[in-house]
């Protein structure tokens, strides 16, 4: 993969891959720190429209996919602006931003998954 030398020049850029990878890192962290693997069961899903079992419960293994889709979206969406820069700065300014949205996102729906315990 080839990284144009623009694209490392763009301050921008570089501030939101900073802000999505700090991001990544926050939501290992605090998914890594929060699990107990000694507790047999978490809340791993929340359905609002069922009514007797709106809870699913799960092992804290499930837990751990927010860890790799953290990851995963960071490095997609790096690599696609990588790829976008090419075309046009702003389509890659906004596939960041995307990757923002998704990893802020997934930092709620992780927290409020392990309060529930």
Do not use: C, W
């Not at 939101?16 to 069961?41: E, K, W």
């Amino acid at each position: 993969m080839i990284i144009p030398k623009q694209y490392l020049r763009d301050r921008f850029l570089l501030l939101q891959n900073s802000i999505n990878a700090f991001l990544a890192l926050l939501l290992t962290i605090l998914v890594l720190a929060r699990v107990d693997t000694s507790h047999s069961s978490y809340i791993v899903q929340y359905r609002s429209n069922v009514t007797i079992d709106a809870f699913k419960s799960g092992s804290s293994s499930e837990l751990y996919y927010f860890v790799i889709f953290g990851i995963f979206v960071f490095l997609f969406h790096s690599f696609i602006s990588f790829r976008v820069y090419l075309v046009h700065r702003q389509l890659a300014a906004v596939t960041l931003g995307l990757g923002t949205l998704l990893l802020v996102v997934a930092l709620i729906v992780s927290n409020a998954l392990l309060v529930l315990r």
